[in-house]
T-cell receptor, first 115, second 115 residues
Framework: GAVVSQHPSRVICKSGTSVKIECRSL??????MFWYRQFPKQSLMLMAT?????????EQGVEKDKFLINHASLTLSTLTVTSAHPEDSSFYIC???????????FGPGTRLLVL | AQKVTQAQTEISVVEKEDVTLDCVYE???????LFWYKQPPSGELVFLIR??????QNEISGRYSWNFQKSTSSFNFTITASQVVDSAVYFC????????????FGQGTELSVKP
C-alpha cells in the first residue's frame, strides 16, 4: 500500500513557539493532503484540505493564521502551529491521496505537547 | 447531511471469539465510498477496506469480513476468531463523491481482545 511519513513523531515545545510538522507521501504523488487533529479517546477532526500549488481550505472553526499549511510539492505538505499554547497540545495526523484515488493513506501522526 | 454512527464505544471479547463492529451512515448522495480504518495504540491509522456505493458485495479478507447493506445504510465489520493483536480503535468513515475526498469519521469503536 501507499506509504505516508510524518515528522517529527513527537515534539515538546514552550508556549509561544512555533512548530512545523512535515507530511510526505513516499511512493506516490499526493495531489491532495489532509490534516486532522485528534484528542484522546475521540475521533479525528478534519482541520484543512490542501491541494498541491493552491491555498489550503480550512474547516469551520479552524484558524488559518494559527495553523499554516503549505503544500509545496506533490509529495510534501507542512503544518505550522504558530505561537503554540497548551490548548494546542494534541495528536496531529496527516493523510494523502493521489489523483483519482479515493482512499486516503495516513501518516503515523505527531504528538505535540506545549508546556 | 452526512453522518457516520458507530454506536458501540467499547467492546471487550476473549480471544477466539467472533466480534462485529457496527457502522451506520447517512448521506443524500447516490455515489459515495465507505471505509474502515484500524488505529492501534501507536496511533497510525491503517487502511482496511474501501467500498463504493454501487458495489454491495460482501468482502472477506482472511479473518476480516464486511457486510454492506444499502437498505439499512450499514457497513458492518466482523472479525472472526479474534486475536489480541486485533485490539485497537476501529473507525468507519464516509466520503461523498465531489467532496474532494473529505472523510467523515464515526466516533470509533475501541476493541479489546483479552487472552
Amino acid at each position: 500500500g501507499a506509504v505516508v511519513s510524518q515528522h517529527p513523531s513527537r515534539v515538546i515545545c514552550k508556549s509561544g513557539t512555533s512548530v512545523k510538522i512535515e507530511c510526505r507521501s513516499l511512493d506516490f504523488q499526493a495531489t491532495t493532503m489532509f490534516w486532522y487533529r485528534q484528542f484522546p479517546k475521540q475521533s479525528l477532526m478534519l482541520m484543512a484540505t490542501s491541494n498541491e500549488g493552491s491555498k489550503a481550505t480550512y474547516e469551520q472553526g479552524v484558524e488559518k493564521d494559527k495553523f499554516l499549511i503549505n503544500h509545496a510539492s506533490l509529495t510534501l505538505s507542512t503544518l505550522t502551529v504558530t505561537s503554540a499554547h497548551p490548548e494546542d497540545s494534541s495528536f496531529y495526523i496527516c493523510s494523502a491521496r493521489g489523483g483519482r484515488e479515493e482512499t486516503q493513506y495516513f501518516g503515523p501522526g505527531t504528538r505535540l505537547l506545549v508546556l | 447531511a452526512q453522518k457516520v454512527t458507530q454506536a458501540q464505544t467499547e467492546i471487550s471479547v476473549v480471544e477466539k471469539e467472533d466480534v462485529t463492529l457496527d457502522c451506520v451512515y447517512e448521506t443524500r448522495d447516490t455515489t459515495y465510498y465507505l471505509f474502515w480504518y484500524k488505529q492501534p495504540p501507536s496511533g497510525e491509522l491503517v487502511f482496511l477496506i474501501r467500498r463504493n456505493s454501487f458495489d454491495e458485495q460482501n468482502e472477506i479478507s482472511g479473518r476480516y469480513s464486511w457486510n454492506f447493506q444499502k437498505s439499512t445504510s450499514s457497513f458492518n465489520f466482523t472479525i472472526t476468531a479474534s486475536q489480541v493483536v486485533d485490539s485497537a480503535v476501529y473507525f468507519c468513515a464516509l466520503s461523498e463523491y465531489n467532496q474532494g475526498g473529505k472523510l467523515i469519521f464515526g466516533q470509533g469503536t475501541e476493541l479489546s481482545v483479552k487472552p
